[in-house]
């Protein structure tokens, strides 16, 4: 069955580290792939998205990138800052289509 | 816009109960989402539809729970009787389609239900 795996343990880094989470997936083939990040008790806000045609995609501190060999996006956020503390999930889907999985998610915490 | 309109925030009903969540959509928008997230299974996809249609309600994990959408405007889901284990945030979240990729799809605030 398709499973997409996020590190479970949270990553603390300190303000300023590049922060690296990793998304590993198997048995799926998706065109695209999109990293949202949620804050406690509210909904996932879309972040970026990256298509299996390529390799990487940058938003101002984040890049993401995307390995359809290895099944695995990297997701970056340089010059990390407090306020990004929060969970980020990935979620793959198909061309054509809408049906979008996600990951569980990693926690992120930043430290001052 | 003021984005995806998710009501209420907090349920909280007795097990058998039938409970109702509802979901304005963001306008324009003709897909839409439920989701269920819960610590043990994350964010899990229930039914989307599209221009009211269900079109995947695979995810819907048994009859006691269903989805509606009368019109462009407002969807429902419906868990009769409800259980313990339906216990999660339930996300709604609408998206445009057009040009067969998937954009970014708009959550919202999410409903918190408790079963006891």
């Known amino acids: 069955s398709q499973k997409i795996e996020q590190n479970s343990e949270a990553l603390n880094i300190q303000e300023g580290k590049t922060a690296t989470l990793t998304c590993n997936y198997t048995?799926?083939?998706?065109?695209?792939l999109q990293w949202y990040r949620q804050d406690p008790g509210r909904g996932p806000v879309f972040l970026l998205l990256?298509?299996?045609?390529?390799k990487e995609k940058r938003k101002e501190r984040l890049k993401v990138t995307f390995d359809t060999t290895l099944k695995q996006s990297l997701f970056h956020i340089t010059a990390s800052q407090p306020a990004d503390s929060a969970t980020y999930l990935c979620a793959l889907g198909n061309t054509g289509g809408f049906k979008t999985i996600f990951g569980a998610g990693t926690r992120l915490f930043v430290k001052a | 816009d003021a984005g995806v309109i998710q009501s209420p925030r907090h349920e909280v009903t007795e097990m058998g109960q039938e409970v109702t969540l509802r979901c304005k959509p963001i306008s324009g928008h003709d897909y839409l989402f439920w989701y269920r997230q819960t610590m043990m299974r994350g964010l899990e996809l229930l039914i989307y539809f599209n221009n009211n249609v269900p079109i995947d309600d695979s995810g819907m994990p048994e009859d006691r729970f269903s989805a509606k959408m009368p019109n462009a405007s407002f969807s429902t889901l419906k868990i009769q009787p409800s259980e313990p284990r339906d216990s999660a945030v339930y996300f709604c979240?609408?998206?445009?389609?057009?040009?067969?990729?998937?954009?970014?799809?708009?959550f919202g605030q999410g409903t918190r239900l408790t079963v006891v």
């Open positions: 990256i298509r299996e045609n390529e």
């Open positions: 048995n799926y083939s998706p065109a695209y």
């Open positions: 979240a609408s998206t445009r389609g057009g040009t067969g990729w998937a954009t970014e799809a708009f």
